[in-house]
């Protein structure tokens, strides 16, 4: 119901020609590092998911990304969902529960190939009651990532997910991202999650991102569900604004 990553470098290839904008979308995988101080990225896309005979459109979700330090970034991810049930003739439609985050580096040195951060998200229950878990909860992730050469890395989360109920959701992610050239990128990434540390939902997604300029990226992904019924398609945009010059 989220997230929303990412390229010529993807996913968390931070490295591969040292491009300016580091996103975290098209993919599920959370990148490995934050965005530059005092810009402004504005992450927006429309994805469609039908899931065991439930539609689910989200137009736009957009998350807002602000550098407020060297190390620390400030997130809010809004978005507005339109559910429908098979056969079902009335859609439920209105804003989703509202998400303030901050994501954190942790370990990021020159010359060393390998990234670390963590996000945290706060869900705070704004949307109607049709649409809203009616619960505080927090979504959480660790976020690893490698250069394996300068057309290729490696990035992967671990995470746990709180929703109000239940024991809660671990997650996972890892995804590969190529450089097919210094605009265009793709990726492939299994992912998925343990439902009250459970039930098992293993999905995988693929994608293209373009880079238009340093500051503006597009991407297109699509998704499939492996042990249940599931598929998804999205496609977007990445901006970053940076701090005006004096």
């Given at each position: 119901m989220k997230r929303i990553l990412f390229i010529v470098f993807i996913c968390c290839s931070q490295f591969i020609y040292s491009q300016t904008i580091v996103t975290d979308r098209p993919d599920q995988t959370e990148a490995s590092s934050i965005i530059p101080l005092n810009s402004l990225q504005i992450e927006a896309g429309v994805l469609f998911q039908k899931t065991e005979g439930i539609q689910q459109d989200f137009y736009p979700t957009i998350l807002w990304r602000y550098g407020i330090s060297e190390i620390f970034e400030f997130r809010l991810l809004t978005q507005y969902e339109n559910n429908s049930i098979n056969g079902a003739s009335q859609n439920i439609g209105g804003l989703s529960d509202l998400e303030i985050g901050t994501k954190v580096q942790l370990f990021k040195k020159e010359n060393v190939n390998t990234e670390?951060?963590?996000?945290?998200?706060?869900?705070?229950?704004?949307?109607?009651?049709?649409?809203?878990?009616?619960q505080l909860g927090t979504i959480n992730k660790l976020s690893v990532s490698h250069a394996i050469s300068k057309s290729a890395s490696i990035g992967y989360n671990v995470g746990y997910n709180y929703f109000g109920y239940g024991s809660g959701n671990l997650t996972y992610s890892a995804a590969l991202g190529f450089s097919l050239s210094e605009k265009i990128g793709f990726y492939v990434e299994p992912y998925g999650e343990f439902v009250d540390f459970n039930k098992h939902l293993a999905s995988f997604d693929s994608g293209f991102t373009y880079l238009v300029n340093n500051n503006l990226q597009l991407d297109v992904s699509y998704g499939v569900g492996l042990n249940?019924?599931?598929?998804?398609?999205?496609?977007?945009?990445?901006?970053?604004?940076?701090?005006?010059k004096k």
């Open positions: 670390i951060a963590f996000l945290s998200h706060l869900i705070i229950p704004t949307a109607k009651n049709e649409l809203t878990n009616d249940y019924q599931m598929n998804y398609f999205s496609t977007g945009f990445s901006w970053n604004i940076p701090k005006k």
